[in-house]
């Protein structure tokens, strides 16, 4: 289905939201999504996935704090709680068939869901309203980091 390319990359250094992704049409697309998801925790110190692993799921913190660890920066840290605030990790990976750039894991007990990635590009194929979000999002961040680049 994708193209054998798989470089790592570092286009988007914050995860998306579920507020983000589902903006518009949050009530009408999340049941989709929910239907594929499988809620797990996660105890503190645990890696939910490592620099260098294929992305074999998307990953949804719903509640806790976790850190994001790139290898020559210093490390971000993302607390969710708060309804349609969760933090979504492997999406850019799971559409650029890369490997993540970064590992993540968990600073305190976390509610986590976890997507297949297989069931997630098939519901980007078979909800097209969902598909054209995440694409107009994915736009709007790349015209952003182009306007960032352009201006240093």
Do not use: W
Not at 103 to 110: E, F, H, P, Q
């Amino acid at each position: 289905m994708f193209p054998d390319n798989r470089s790592s990359h570092s286009f988007f250094d914050f995860p998306l939201t579920a507020g983000d992704l589902f903006a518009q049409l949050y009530d009408t697309e999340r049941p989709f999504l929910d239907a594929i998801c499988e809620t797990r925790q996660f105890e503190k110190g645990n890696e939910i996935f490592s620099c260098g692993d294929e992305p074999t799921h998307i990953y949804i913190l719903r509640c806790g704090s976790v850190t994001l660890i790139h290898n020559e920066r210093a490390p971000d840290t993302f607390t969710t709680c708060p309804p349609r605030s969760e933090r979504i990790f492997g999406v850019i990976e799971t559409l650029s068939d890369s490997v993540f750039d970064a590992t993540l894991i968990t600073a305190t007990l976390c509610d986590v869901r976890v997507v297949p990635r297989e069931a997630f590009i098939n519901l980007l194929v078979h909800r097209p309203q969902l598909c054209f979000q995440l694409a107009r999002l994915v736009s709007t961040r790349y015209q952003h980091t182009i306007k960032l680049i352009s201006s240093l």
